[in-house]
């Protein structure tokens, strides 16, 4: 779960949410495309003052939300006596010990305030008189039954009075970890396509295991290594010149887990 956490992500992420292209954004910004382009693109061109202002303002957000030093497009920033939040809330928040990116999406659930309303009314006791009530008046009448009629104890009717002796605990840990549930679900789907919270352990894996096969087979183990680990980063090991190449198997040499691998059949026998 990851938000856009640099100048040009966020550029990018508002000119999205516009619907706008390059162009459009030109013509109603007056800035030069080029020039937008460059402040979305990896290697980041500076705004000048004048294009920062007229962008924020076009896109209605503050100067410090483009400059990634807030994380709230639209609220200013609020007094924390407004939001009352105690101490140990505010400490926890700014420790990063949570996620507070998770923690915004959860707490802005459509279902959270129905969560938060079944807590309150399970913390507060507002209804134990009533499931007080009912469970007394269920178990007075099973216990009447069973009395007048000993064969009763375990009937149809006797059971089913049983089951509905419903207590308050039971009740709201139900309630509440069902909605909870639903809560979790929305998030998990809404970030189902998202690479960053999903990292791609499968790749990492393949890319062992390839390192483990190069290790094995025969021939220059110490390229064969540095070939797996220049294809994952989309380079050819093999196309470098020579001197480039010793040097990078020089480095990979002095490796212990190299020397000592089981895989390493060229080592000198003690």
């Given amino acids: ?114 969560l938060m309303t079944d807590t309150e009314i399970y913390i507060d006791g507002h209804a134990t008189s009533i499931f007080r009530s009912l469970y007394e008046s269920l178990e007075e009448q099973r216990q009447l039954i069973t009395r007048k009629y000993k064969q009763a104890e375990n009937d149809y009717y006797s059971q089913t009075l049983l089951a509905a002796e419903v207590k308050e605990e039971n009740f709201f840990c139900h309630v509440t970890h069902k909605t909870w549930d639903a809560i979790l679900h929305d998030i998990r789907k809404v970030h189902e396509h998202d690479i960053d919270v999903t990292p791609d352990y499968s790749a990492a894996k393949k890319v062992a295991l390839d390192i483990r096969k190069a290790i094995q087979s025969s021939g220059d183990y110490l390229g064969k290594v540095w070939a797996v680990i220049f294809n994952t980063l989309g380079l050819d090991f093999y196309k470098l010149p020579p001197d480039e190449q010793k040097i990078l198997k020089k480095i990979l040499s002095k490796s212990p887990n190299i020397k000592n691998s089981p895989f390493n059949f060229r080592r000198k026998g003690k």
């Fill in 1 to 114: 779960m990851k938000g856009a956490t640099t100048i040009q992500e966020r550029l990018w992420e508002l000119r999205k949410d516009k619907g706008l292209n390059l162009e459009e954004l030109s013509k109603q910004t007056g800035i030069s495309k080029s020039a937008l382009a460059s402040y979305e693109a990896n290697d980041y061109k500076e705004i000048n003052h004048g294009n920062l202002v007229t962008l924020a303002d076009f896109y209605e957000v503050s100067v410090d939300y483009l400059l990634c030093r807030t994380e709230n497009r639209e609220q200013a920033n609020t007094p924390l006596m407004e939001l009352h939040l105690t101490d140990e809330m505010v400490a926890l928040l700014k420790s990063g010990r949570v996620n507070n990116r998770l923690l915004c999406e959860i707490a802005t659930n459509d279902k959270f305030e129905q």
